[in-house]
């Protein structure tokens, strides 16, 4: 008597789905952390700088990519979000080296409908300030 199709192939399913799960993992995007931001002299652009594990190779070419920006203005306050990928990112959660241990510079410019005039700037996820620095010879 054969054995049914289904109890044959079975494992090849589970593995296949198990592949398909890991490989899914690694270049998630996810919403990054902006501990600084430089305002321009018009207060119309804030270049948001993120902290990112590797620097671009030496052809240009950078894992990192932005995904998605948000800026949410009100007349008290600007609350900014960028979502990043990391294209470089191992599918395997045990081969990935420890980024926090060297960082490098990641800028993003954000657009604002009115001048920042002094509203605190928030992140998305967490509500955090973020700090605000002044351009070199602006107000």
Sequence with gaps: MSV????????A????????????????????RVNAATVSSDGLTLTAELEVGAPPEADGTDCYQVVDKEVIESSSQVIIGIQMRDNCA??????????????????????????????????????????????VGGS
Excluded: M
């Design 13 to 32: 399913f589970i593995v296949i789905c198990q592949v398909l799960a890991l490989t899914a993992c690694g270049s998630q995007p996810y919403w990054d």
């Design 90 to 135: 191992s599918i395997f959660p045990w081969d990935r080296e420890n980024s926090k241990q060297v960082s490098y510079s990641f800028n993003v410019d954000l657009k604002l409908h009115t001048p920042l005039a002094g509203r605190p700037v928030l992140n998305k996820e967490d509500k955090e300030p973020v700090v605000i620095k002044r351009p």
């Design 4 to 11: 049914p199709l289904i109890r044959r192939s079975g494992p």
